[in-house]
């Protein structure tokens, strides 16, 4: 856990910090912070999560988006414990020369994700100041008293993702470099599919941080490898292939640039993976079977029949290691996955 | 309520939001937000405050000084709707120039606070941005399943303060003048007086946002006045009482400003004043008698044996009206309450 610089920063930030009993996840070990209010009381799930950067880039230029997503992200981390929604808390930092339209579109993104997640609102603060920053801190419920962490798979199980990966990735490449964007950005909330996962599932978590932060975190905790062997144009979404196949970018930067699609990553045991689709059909929902989990650590991917090894860590760091010089960190992932997937 | 330019503000912002079955206060009606999870479940109470404006223009330019707040202005929340404490998650979005020293001091404020409150850290997050805000929010439990609401007072009964009033209001004064501080500005939490407060008031509510603030906000969801005749010296905090002989600013102006002291104000029917006192005894805890609920609507003050009667709205609006204009509030609202105090 300590070759992350992410992972060291957060312990420090929490050493000192008190912590409760009735808490049943520790640090680092699951999306959202499982709290047991007593003996035959229920299992609440806790998340909170801000967007701050994002507005600051200008990625989340779009009032609509950066209200769509101050909820969703809070959404994906209650669904990847498997939790039911209870609500929302809302912070809304407004910058003093916000205008009504603006306004009113990032109020329109807030209240249509929280309706679509059925997340309703319980209160909140607003604050002026000379930026803009949104936080939310979202509740769940766990009803059979027990919860998805991001601890437990074992090898040989399958590897699933809730849907198809790299959108994120694209939409920021797409936003970057100022191209008309070739699809919508618009990560959907997961509620239901997290009430099937939550049956079967051995580990479980969200790609808030992109696939390859997302499988480091987890073979890192379970201590255990991914292969990935589907190939790029089954995983990846059609906004990454279309960029990917325009701009020559390797498609594996889709996989590993920081800027998450907010799917659900999780672990089904080989006996329980018909029983699981049976319920996921009845859903009409289509999970996608990335690989399986190895007993030897390391993430492979089947880049055009090829098995590439990419270093999770140094992608992890790269952006830790870059702050602040966004296009230094994407030239630099570029090349170096472009020298991956050649064999370089 | 509608004459308050921040509640029409906070209206409008909730107006598309879902609302939840299982919540139990309406907006404005509560410090915190309650939930009522199930038929036999617990009573649940939720705040988010975040500290932005008070890092941004320097008034809390001391990290540990931001962390502590960071914490208190949430356990206060909750104290004020008679919750014990669970748990708190913070968001930590700081400037990509945020040196050691800075995030030690401020790491210190979040743990002290936290621990004097009880208030042990459940989770939370980190981004990096061009500034530094700080979010958080409480959880809490109610365990009789009832709440303090800021609604249910009558004429007659009596208005208290959990602690002296003004501390900042002097705190804030003295830092925008730069002056040293003739004190420490450190509020701390009342869970404890909440324990007491809750069996035996009819409303409360914090001065979150000064003390004028908050009595406005009582008298108009109660539709009700507040007759305030104890004398300033008995009312206001050392600190307040030292500034305003310093430097001839009016003692009202203690109560008015919107950098609140973060006590609870409450009321107490007059039949239950002795047995509400000698439970305060039993803590060491000396509330404060302000004065009484009158039936006459607004607010009276007690000035060197004159009663005056600040306009309330105008006052509270008053820092709305004239955004990012700190200095030219400060100057009105003195000017403002030094004509009233001299009768003119």
């Given at each position: 856990?300590?070759?992350?610089?992410?992972?060291?920063?957060?312990?420090?930030?929490a050493?000192?910090?008190?912590r409760?009993?009735?808490q049943l996840?520790?640090?680092?070990?699951?999306d959202?912070?499982?709290?047991?209010?007593?003996?035959?009381?229920?299992?609440l799930?806790f998340?909170?999560d801000?967007?701050a950067?994002?507005i600051?880039?200008?990625?989340?230029?779009?009032?609509?988006?950066?209200?769509?997503?101050?909820?969703?992200?809070?959404?994906?981390?209650?669904?990847?414990?498997?939790?039911?929604?209870?609500?929302?808390?809302?912070?809304?930092?407004?910058s003093a020369?916000?205008?009504?339209?603006?306004?009113?579109?990032l109020?329109?993104?807030?209240a249509?994700a929280?309706?679509?997640?059925g997340l309703p609102?319980?209160g909140g603060?607003?604050n002026?100041?000379?930026?803009?920053?949104?936080?939310?801190?979202?509740v769940g419920?766990?009803?059979?008293n027990?919860?998805?962490?991001?601890?437990?798979?074992q090898?040989?199980?399958?590897?699933y993702?809730?849907?198809?990966?790299?959108a994120g990735?694209a939409?920021?490449?797409a936003?970057?470099q100022?191209?008309?964007?070739?699809g919508?950005?618009?990560?959907?909330p997961?509620f239901?599919?997290?009430?099937?996962?939550r049956?079967?599932a051995?580990?479980?978590?969200?790609?808030?941080?992109?696939f390859?932060?997302?499988?480091?975190?987890?073979?890192?905790?379970?201590?255990?490898?991914?292969?990935?062997?589907?190939?790029?144009?089954?995983l990846?979404?059609?906004m990454?292939?279309?960029?990917?196949?325009?701009?020559?970018v390797?498609?594996?930067?889709?996989?590993?640039?920081?800027?998450?699609?907010f799917?659900?990553?999780?672990?089904?045991?080989?006996e329980?993976?018909?029983a699981f689709?049976?319920?996921?059909?009845?859903?009409?929902?289509?999970?996608?079977?990335?690989?399986?989990?190895?007993a030897?650590q390391?993430?492979?991917?089947?880049?055009?029949?090829?098995t590439?090894?990419?270093?999770?860590?140094?992608?992890?760091?790269l952006?830790?290691?870059?702050?602040?010089?966004?296009?230094?960190y994407?030239?630099?992932?570029?090349?170096?996955?472009?020298?991956l997937?050649?064999?370089?």
């Open positions: 856990m300590k070759a992350i610089i992410e992972n060291q920063f957060i312990e420090a930030l050493r000192a910090f008190p409760s009993e009735k996840n520790a640090l680092q070990q699951s959202a912070e499982i709290l047991k209010l007593s003996e035959n009381g229920p299992w799930a998340t909170m801000s967007i950067e994002e600051e880039s200008g990625l989340y230029a779009d009032p609509y988006l950066a209200g769509w997503m101050t909820v969703m992200v809070n959404a994906s981390d209650l669904a990847a414990v498997g939790a039911d929604p209870l609500g929302l808390l809302l912070n809304e930092t407004l020369s916000t205008d009504d339209r603006f306004l009113q579109d109020q329109r993104g807030l249509d929280a309706i679509a997640g609102i319980l603060d607003t002026t100041a000379n930026h803009t920053e949104l936080s939310a801190c979202a419920i766990l009803p059979e027990r919860y998805l962490s991001r601890i437990g798979c090898a040989n199980e399958l590897l993702a809730s849907g198809r990966l790299g990735n939409f920021a490449f936003q970057l100022g191209l008309a964007p070739n919508e950005f618009k990560p959907q997961h239901k599919q997290a009430k099937i996962i049956q079967f051995t580990c479980c978590m969200d790609t808030s941080d992109g390859i932060a997302t499988v480091d975190q987890l073979m890192r905790l379970n201590r255990l490898g991914f292969d990935v062997w589907q190939p790029p144009e089954t990846l979404h059609p990454a292939l279309q960029i990917a196949a325009q701009f020559g390797p498609k594996s930067a889709f996989l590993a640039g920081i800027h998450g699609e799917e659900l990553i999780f672990t089904i045991p080989p329980k993976k018909t689709l049976q319920q996921a059909d009845q859903i009409r929902w289509q999970p996608i079977l990335l690989g399986e989990v190895s030897h390391g993430l492979r991917l089947n880049m055009a029949g090829r590439i090894r990419p270093d999770t860590a140094f992608i992890r760091n952006f830790d290691s870059r702050r602040g010089r966004i296009e230094q994407i030239q630099e992932i570029i090349e170096y996955l472009t020298n997937e050649k064999g370089a």
